[in-house]
């Protein structure tokens, strides 16, 4: 069975830093891409950033380059979003979700919370 | 960046009736390769969301047929012919044509 995990979110200060990870299982991210996208309270969903299948290529909205990156372990079969600079904008349940240029695979989503 | 804007932002539908959710982009989603990348999910209540429609008309396995998707260039559609109560939730046409890829701001399907 295909499932991805995300982990790693939690309460974080503005200005502070965190790392979510997104694990896959039954299937390799080595032959996808992979998608991250937030939904924000009360928010539709947005997507956030992409990383191709051996990491080469990666885009980002604009509200968020240069504060978050994305990059691949392809032998630990995952995917990081690493995010810095955090504001309170980017409080949110993040998703990672298997990339065919659709998201037909999507984990359960983290919360990271952006508050002092 | 493409904007996709989805109309209505809400709407109420008895059980059995049809539904019916427009989008639009602000450019063509028609790609070089003859495709046309524009994608329907639907996020119901605590679940993650989930892919009902890809390249305006294809429905994903699994997808009930009551679902259909048409349209072309910068104008589409998603219809429901006979809404159930399990089609609550909150429904995104996408664009996947170019970076960054983008959402409509999201139509909420209400039973009444």
């Known amino acids: 069975e295909m499932q991805l995990v995300e982990s790693g979110g939690d309460l974080v200060q503005p200005g502070g830093s965190l790392r979510l990870s997104c694990a896959a299982s039954g299937f390799s991210f080595t032959n996808y891409w992979v998608t991250w996208v937030r939904r924000a309270p009360g928010k539709g969903l947005e997507w956030v950033g992409n990383?191709?299948?051996?990491?080469?290529?990666?885009f980002y909205v604009d509200s968020v380059r240069g504060r978050f990156t994305i990059s691949k372990d392809n032998a630990k079969n995952s995917v990081y979003l690493q995010m810095n600079s955090l504001r309170t904008e980017d409080t949110a349940v993040y998703y990672c979700?298997?990339?065919?240029?659709?998201?037909?695979?999507w984990g359960r989503g983290t919360l990271v919370t952006v508050s002092s | 960046d493409i904007v996709m804007t989805q109309t209505p932002v809400s709407l109420s539908v008895t059980p059995g009736q049809p539904a019916s959710i427009s989008c639009k982009s602000s450019q063509s989603l028609l790609d070089s390769d003859g495709k046309t990348y524009l994608y329907w999910y639907v996020q119901k209540p605590v679940q993650s969301p989930q892919v009902l429609i890809y390249?305006?008309?294809n429905r994903f396995p699994g997808v009930p047929d009551r679902f259909s998707g048409s349209g072309s260039g910068t104008d589409f559609t998603l219809k429901i012919s006979r809404v159930e109560a399990e089609d609550v939730g909150v429904y995104y046409c996408?664009?996947?044509?170019?970076?960054?890829?983008?959402f409509g701001q999201g139509t909420r399907l209400e039973i009444k």
């Open positions: 996408v664009q996947s044509v170019q970076h960054p890829k983008t």
């Open positions: 390249e305006v008309s």
């Open positions: 990383i191709n299948q051996d990491g080469s290529m990666k």
């Open positions: 979700a298997r990339d065919q240029r659709f998201f037909d695979y």
